[in-house]
């Protein structure tokens, strides 16, 4: 696990794959989750992964993104 792929990379990447992708919308679950500032880091398990709370919060986050 590498921060800058994943603060700095991952968000510049990915949306660029997304718009190159013409079949289906990309879901921003990074932003939601707190993005490069994690803003809630009690979600996190072990530095990487969620925890039961963290979970929620993602699921919650994909609901929002689907528009569920």
Not at 39 to 55: F, L, M, R, T, V
Request: proline letters at 6%.
């Amino acid at each position: 696990m590498n921060h800058t792929v994943i603060n700095q990379i991952f968000p510049v990447i990915v949306p660029q794959i997304a718009a190159a992708n013409t079949r289906n919308k990309a879901l921003d679950i990074f932003d939601c989750m707190g993005g490069a500032a994690m803003s809630d880091p009690q979600w996190i398990a072990d530095g990487c992964h969620p925890n039961a709370a963290g979970y929620k919060a993602l699921a919650g986050c994909f609901q929002a993104a689907l528009g569920l």
